[in-house]
């Protein structure tokens, strides 16, 4: 096909081009390539759990119980009293009554929102959410509409004037935006959604194990469980392994059960994937001090770097720094690389253009000695 070779050329000219890196491995915050090793700004390991012992002895030991694979969907023979087991967990570390487990939070977010929502309803989505939820708008059918990031006036005016057009209507956020690092106004938005018979996602992706007092998320910091219909989360990140979930009722799950096409027609996460995502619920209770470090640093570090005149946004472990350009942002990333560090820039079309940045995304392997380095490393690389 024409075209393939002519978008591939046109990324390559523009240096938008994607590609691959392979690392050996990762371990404790670094990361190893061939001959050279970096600290590690690129992972969401927000809890440094990925390699924790506890989780890997639990993998193995699902291994060794039930095998390596659940060789079919839920729906058929694939699924074991383990997913259930789960599943209970995290109903009650979300406080819903019920969840359900799928493949990843890509998955989820498309199950989700496209067995929701038909042509003739309505999907009301933060400008900033992230693919996957626009995907699952997509899929839909539903009218999309985007409010400007975060600002609940703009949401208010689109329910405002479509809303009663429209059947259903659902209002989607994330609760720690992926490339902004901050949070949305939940309690407005819980208030509008209220207001205008509209339903709530929230996309707790980032959010889990690191924010509230027990590591819930954002809406366990808000108090909001009882009030959002859907809360939705990941195990690939802060949890240290992989696949998703949504928080809900017993009646959406059971509906999801029956017509979310990403969850039917997909053969259910493994083993060593279910005992591991059990082993990182453990984890977030008995080791909330993971937490409470990495918040610390996240906040010493975003002020620091303001302190020098950086723009560092957000409030939360991940801290973009913003250079506009697309030319400098990955400059700096270079030079960052060879002092040592792994942080990749990103560049449109993932964000706004004129936005490019660096986005650092901190764990718990992060010091506030390697911080303090860093900071004055950033500094010498873009001369501030
Ligand atoms: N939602 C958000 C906000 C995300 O950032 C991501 C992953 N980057 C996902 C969903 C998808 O989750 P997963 O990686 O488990 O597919």
Not at 94 to 99: N, P, V, Y
Request: hydrophobic fraction near 35%.
């Amino acid at each position: 096909m024409e075209r393939i070779g002519k978008f591939l050329r046109d990324r390559e000219e523009k240096r938008l081009l994607r590609v691959l890196r392979p690392a050996r491995f990762r371990k404790e915050g670094k990361i190893y390539f061939k001959d050279k090793s970096f600290i590690d700004f690129s992972s969401n390991d927000y809890l440094g759990l990925s390699g924790h012992p506890k989780i890997k002895e639990a993998a193995e030991k699902s291994i060794t119980a039930l095998g390596t694979s659940s060789s079919a969907s839920r729906l058929l023979s694939g699924d074991l009293n383990i997913h259930h087991e789960l599943e209970k967990r995290i109903a009650s570390f979300k406080e819903k009554e019920d969840a359900l487990l799928f493949n990843s939070g890509y998955q989820a977010n498309v199950g989700i929102i496209s067995s929701l929502l038909r042509k003739g309803d309505a999907v009301f989505s933060d400008k900033l959410n992230h693919a996957s939820i626009i995907d699952g708008m997509l899929l839909s059918g539903a009218k999309i509409f985007r409010f400007r990031h975060n600002d609940t006036e703009h949401l208010e005016f689109l329910l405002k004037s479509q809303r009663n057009n429209y059947k259903d209507s659902l209002i989607v956020t994330e609760t720690v935006f992926s490339m902004e690092g901050d949070k949305p106004p939940l309690g407005e938005l819980v208030f509008l959604k209220e207001k205008y018979s509209s339903m709530l996602l929230v996309d707790e992706a980032h959010a889990t194990g690191v924010f509230g007092e027990k590591g819930k998320g954002v809406v366990e910091e808000a108090g909001m469980a009882g009030r959002i219909e859907l809360i939705m989360g990941t195990f690939g990140k802060a949890m240290g392994s992989f696949g998703a979930y949504v928080a809900c009722s017993s009646e959406l799950k059971k509906y999801f059960v029956n017509s979310a096409r990403s969850f039917i027609y997909s053969t259910s996460l493994p083993p060593s994937i279910i005992g591991a995502n059990l082993a990182g619920l453990d984890l977030i209770e008995e080791e909330p001090f993971r937490r409470s470090t990495l918040l610390r640093n996240s906040d010493y570090f975003r002020q620091e770097l303001g302190k020098r005149g950086f723009s560092a946004r957000g409030t939360s472990q991940i801290v973009p720094l913003i250079f506009g350009d697309s030319e400098k942002a990955a400059k700096i990333s270079r030079d960052l690389q060879k002092e040592g560090y792994w942080v990749l820039p990103i560049r449109p079309p993932t964000i706004p253009e004129g936005e490019a940045r660096l986005r650092f995304s901190l764990t718990y392997h992060h010091t506030k000695d390697m911080l303090e380095k860093l900071i004055d490393d950033i500094s010498k690389v873009s001369h501030v």
